[in-house]
């Protein structure tokens, strides 16, 4: 007889089943997840939607330094013990998000091989694209960063088919991630949708040939890296 496939591993229904403190929060766009300086107390998973990661400094100065979409976690610095939240998440959509307590994620990442193994190669993701985006800051143009940021906004190189539609959001938080004007960010994005690498009415829909553009290190790409750096 044939062995039985071994069914795939879900987070999100697993997560539905964790015993002890755990909630299933709704929040409606531009609403806050929590605050930077918060009691850094639990780990949230994104079930639907897409939330900002923010950071302000003593000078009350604002940056973006991620988003996160469907299938992530956030808040995980509490398991490393950070007592209070560095940051503030806020929805950039509507959003339905797992919050799991401390303590009980804790408890199922010593009990639940399955899911340790996901949690933590999902950390090693976060690692990774973390490093990337310091080198992307570094070495890069802001186009060529507005570009890789629509692309990992619409999952392209993530697992499955990507979400080619983006959650719309604002032009001045696309240019806080970037890091650059909403000026800039507007006038790259009439370019690539001039070129057909994007397509909006509404909706922002990202398309192969925006992918094959970074890869290619096109000239229009580089030409304005001359130009800008």
């Known amino acids: 007889m044939k062995a039985k496939k071994k069914a795939k591993f879900e987070v999100e229904k697993f997560l539905a089943t964790v015993n002890g403190d755990r909630n299933l929060l709704t929040y409606r766009k531009k609403r806050t997840v929590y605050s930077q300086g918060d009691p850094a107390d639990a780990v949230f998973y994104i079930q639907e939607g897409e939330v900002k990661v923010c950071v302000t400094s003593e000078q009350g100065k604002e940056a973006v330094v991620a988003i996160h979409g469907k299938g992530d976690f956030f808040g995980e610095g509490c398991l490393l013990g950070q007592p209070l939240r560095l940051a503030t998440v806020v929805t950039i959509a509507e959003c339905v998000i797992m919050r799991v307590s401390k303590a009980a994620m804790v408890r199922v990442l010593h009990e639940q091989p399955e899911f340790s193994e996901k949690f933590m190669a999902y950390l ?14 570094l070495f890069n143009s802001s186009e060529k960063r507005l570009a890789r940021t ?8 993530k697992e499955g088919q990507p979400e080619r539609v983006i959650t719309k959001v604002s032009q001045a938080t696309l240019a806080d991630i970037v890091g650059t004007t909403r000026s800039r960010v507007s006038v790259f994005m009439n370019k690539f949708r001039k070129l ?5 009415n509404g909706d922002l829909t990202v398309h192969n040939s925006l992918l094959t553009m970074v890869l290619n290190e096109t000239p229009a790409i580089t030409r304005e890296a001359g130009r800008e750096e």
């Open 150 to 157: 629509l692309l990992l906004m619409a999952n392209f190189g």
């Open 196 to 200: 057909g690498l994007v397509s909006y």
């Open 124 to 137: 090693l993701v976060r690692k990774a694209r973390v490093e990337e985006d310091l080198v992307d800051q």
